[in-house]
Nanobody, 124 residues
């Protein structure tokens, strides 16, 4: 199974920026739509953004539109999330995974198990 390793999180002040990366092992990364999810303590993991295998189709949850940008580099088996204008409510552990073809807001856990995630903390 593919291994996913998220990185790039950290502590940032409100209004700041971070760029998250997700490195995927294996050769099948380029064939899958990928997405970012996030989770805070006591809450379910929630969808943030998704991108098709080609990058032609992109989806965002409403509360990150115009602030976050998802992208991918298939040659490097890497998924990115550029986060700008961060808010304290963006504080969470961020995860990546493949997303389901029929419903890109849902993870495709047949692709990979969840990685360890990367913590993003936004101070006010």
């Amino acid at each position: 199974q593919v291994q996913l390793v998220e990185s790039g999180g950290g502590l940032v002040q409100a209004g700041g920026s971070l760029r998250l990366s997700c490195a995927a092992s294996g050769r099948t990364f380029s064939k899958y739509a990928m997405g970012w999810f996030r989770q805070t303590p006591g809450k379910e993991r929630e969808f943030v953004a998704a991108i098709s295998w080609s990058g032609d189709n992109i989806y965002y949850v409403n509360f990150v539109k115009d602030r976050f940008t998802i992208s991918r580099d298939n040659a490097k088996n890497t998924l990115y999330l550029q986060m700008n204008s961060l808010k304290p409510e963006d504080t969470a552990v961020y995860y990546c995974n493949a997303v389901q073809k029929s419903d890109p807001v849902r993870p495709d856990l047949d692709f990979a198990s969840w990685g360890q995630g990367t913590q993003v903390t936004v101070s006010s």
